[in-house]
T-cell receptor, first 112, second 114 residues
Framework: EDQVTQSPEALRLQEGESSSLNCSYTVSGLRGLFWYRQDPGKGPEFLFTLYSAGEEKEKERLKATLTKKESFLHITAPKPEDSATYLCAVQLRGTSYGKLTFGQGTILTVHP | DAGITQSPRHKVTETGTPVTLRCHQTENHRYMYWYRQDPGHGLRLIHYSYGVKDTDKGEVSDGYSVSRSKTEDFLLTLESATSSQTSVYFC?????????????FGPGTRLTVL
C-alpha cells in the first residue's frame, strides 16, 4: 500500500534554531513530491515540487531535498512567521489526473 | 489562493438535509478536485474533474456527488448529510505541466452536520 509518513508530528523551535522535517514514502513509482504550507483556517499553500532523487529547491529560509525514500524540508534560522503545518504529498506514476497522497503533516511552532 | 473561491465558507446543517458546496476558479485550469481534511486522516480526495462534464471518483466518494457544467465551477453535493461528513472541504485546481500536476488550493469550507 502506498504510504506517506511525516515526522515529527509536532516540532517546537526557538527563533533562529534550524531544524528539518521529514517525509518518508513507500510508493510503487514516484512521479513527483510536493511540499505545502498550511496556516490555521486556510487552504494549503504550494511551496515546492521535487521530481527526482538528488534534487533540491530553495525558497527564503526553506530548502527541500529528495532521496529515493524520503524528503527533507530544512528550515534555516526560522522566524515566528514560519509557524504553520507543513504537508508533503506524492504523485504516483500512471496517475495522469494528478492524484496526490498526502502525509498527516508536521505542526511547526517557532517561539520568539 | 490562486484565483479560487469557495462558498459558503462556513455551514451548519442537520442530518438528512442536502448540501451543495461551490468552487469557482478564474485560472481556466483543466483539473479540479474536492478534498476533505480531518484530524488523523490528512487530506483525502473525494472526486475530481478533468474537464467540463468529465468527473470521476476519488478515495472517499461514498455519499458525495459532483458536477461541472462550466470550466470555472465545480460543485460538491451531499445528497443527505450525515455527521460523519462534518469536515473541512477544500477545492483544488491544476493544469498539466508535462506529467506533473501541481495543485493549488482554495480557502476551504467548514461544514458541520448536527
Amino acid at each position: 500500500e502506498d504510504q506517506v509518513t511525516q515526522s515529527p508530528e509536532a516540532l517546537r523551535l526557538q527563533e533562529g534554531e534550524s531544524s528539518s522535517l521529514n517525509c518518508s514514502y513507500t510508493v510503487s513509482g514516484l512521479r513527483g513530491l510536493f511540499w505545502y504550507r498550511q496556516d490555521p483556517g486556510k487552504g494549503p499553500e504550494f511551496l515546492f515540487t521535487l521530481y527526482s532523487a538528488g534534487e533540491e529547491k530553495e525558497k527564503e529560509r526553506l530548502k527541500a531535498t529528495l532521496t529515493k525514500k524520503e524528503s527533507f524540508l530544512h528550515i534555516t534560522a526560522p522566524k515566528p512567521e514560519d509557524s504553520a503545518t507543513y504537508l508533503c504529498a506524492v504523485q504516483l506514476r500512471g496517475t495522469s489526473y494528478g492524484k496526490l497522497t498526502f502525509g498527516q503533516g508536521t505542526i511547526l511552532t517557532v517561539h520568539p | 489562493d490562486a484565483g479560487i473561491t469557495q462558498s459558503p465558507r462556513h455551514k451548519v446543517t442537520e442530518t438528512g438535509t442536502p448540501v451543495t458546496l461551490r468552487c469557482h476558479q478564474t485560472e481556466n485550469h483543466r483539473y479540479m478536485y474536492w478534498y476533505r481534511q480531518d484530524p488523523g486522516h490528512g487530506l483525502r480526495l473525494i472526486h475530481y474533474s478533468y474537464g467540463v462534464k468529465d468527473t470521476d471518483k476519488g478515495e472517499v466518494s461514498d455519499g458525495y456527488s459532483v458536477s461541472r457544467s462550466k470550466t470555472e465551477d465545480f460543485l460538491l453535493t451531499l445528497e443527505s448529510a450525515t455527521s460523519s461528513q462534518t469536515s473541512v472541504y477544500f477545492c483544488a485546481i491544476s493544469e498539466t505541466s508535462g506529467s506533473i500536476n501541481e495543485q493549488f488550493f482554495g480557502p476551504g469550507t467548514r461544514l458541520t452536520v448536527l
